[in-house]
């Protein structure tokens, strides 16, 4: 039996939950914006504190690794390595678009799941990367990688040699954006999808299973790119 925290901060969603063998007891999420390094140490704490758990009850703590937010990225794996350090607990760490495809293959949402019900439809994670470009990859329903990560700028014929051959289902926080330049008879959207922790549990659970663990000394978010600081636009007094 295992019981392992999960957390995921790569999206503007905050998402904590607690699972034993894959199955989520309790979760706490905010979309509040930029309230990650606020919120996350306290939802841990109410959700261990309600279910009379301290840290040293858990076998592991899974973080979702990106890509996504420089910042949210660089707390959520801030507070799992230093979980981990403090309770020699392992680190498990899983793709936030593997999270979010996921969540596809397991949604009740009808328009979904009649996507997928061609064994030749795709599924495409999106979080949004600012202005026309998300960081993306392509899914087969078996899980299998048909398009590996990229940072995508998206425009006018982009994934049209899929489109032409099969259903493509877009989801994520970077879909919405990409809506009207992707529109296509066979493009499926399905919206307000973001990255949940309860959807990692099952990742997680799979992972510590066959003991899949990340050297946590030397573990880093997966940004895709560098963080680029960018200077206000009324320049900086002196």
């Given at each position: 039996m295992?019981s392992?925290l999960?957390i995921?901060?790569?999206?503007?969603l905050?998402?904590?939950?607690v699972?034993i063998d894959?199955?989520v007891i309790?979760?706490?999420?905010?979309?509040?914006?930029?309230?990650?390094a606020?919120?996350?140490?306290v939802?841990?704490k109410?959700?261990?504190?309600e279910?009379?758990?301290?840290i040293?009850?858990?076998?592991?703590?899974a973080?979702?690794?990106g890509p996504g937010?420089?910042?949210?990225?660089?707390?959520?794996?801030?507070v799992a390595?230093?979980?981990?350090?403090?309770s020699?607990l392992?680190?498990?760490a899983?793709s936030?678009?593997?999270?979010?495809y996921?969540?596809?293959?397991?949604s009740?949402d009808?328009?979904?799941?009649?996507?997928?019900?061609s064994?030749d439809?795709?599924?495409?994670p999106?979080?949004d990367a600012?202005?026309?470009e998300?960081?993306?990859?392509?899914y087969?329903i078996s899980g299998?990688?048909?398009e590996?990560v990229?940072?995508?700028?998206?425009v006018?014929?982009s994934?049209?040699q899929?489109?032409?051959?099969?259903k493509?289902?877009?989801?994520g926080s970077?879909?919405e954006?990409?809506r009207?330049?992707l529109?296509?008879?066979?493009?499926?959207?399905?919206?307000?999808?973001?990255p949940h922790a309860s959807?990692?549990?099952?990742?997680?659970?799979?992972?510590f299973?066959?003991?899949?663990?990340?050297e946590?000394?030397?573990f880093?978010?997966?940004?895709l790119k560098?963080?680029?600081?960018?200077?206000?636009?009324k320049?900086?007094s002196?």
């Amino acid at each position: 039996m295992a019981s392992i925290l999960n957390i995921e901060t790569a999206t503007p969603l905050c998402s904590v939950a607690v699972a034993i063998d894959g199955k989520v007891i309790a979760q706490r999420e905010s979309f509040e914006e930029k309230s990650h390094a606020s919120h996350l140490a306290v939802f841990i704490k109410e959700l261990l504190n309600e279910n009379s758990l301290k840290i040293a009850d858990l076998d592991a703590i899974a973080v979702g690794m990106g890509p996504g937010s420089y910042t949210g990225l660089r707390i959520g794996v801030s507070v799992a390595k230093g979980l981990c350090f403090g309770s020699k607990l392992p680190l498990i760490a899983v793709s936030t678009l593997e999270i979010i495809y996921n969540q596809a293959i397991t949604s009740p949402d009808t328009v979904i799941q009649e996507a997928l019900k061609s064994r030749d439809t795709l599924i495409c994670p999106m979080i949004d990367a600012r202005r026309m470009e998300v960081y993306t990859c392509l899914y087969y329903i078996s899980g299998e990688i048909a398009e590996v990560v990229t940072a995508k700028i998206i425009v006018a014929g982009s994934f049209s040699q899929h489109l032409h051959r099969q259903k493509v289902i877009f989801l994520g926080s970077g879909m919405e954006k990409c809506r009207e330049v992707l529109a296509h008879a066979n493009a499926v959207f399905a919206s307000g999808v973001y990255p949940h922790a309860s959807s990692l549990a099952l990742l997680s659970e799979q992972a510590f299973q066959e003991q899949h663990f990340e050297e946590t000394a030397y573990f880093e978010p997966f940004y895709l790119k560098d963080f680029i600081a960018t200077v206000p636009k009324k320049g900086l007094s002196v």
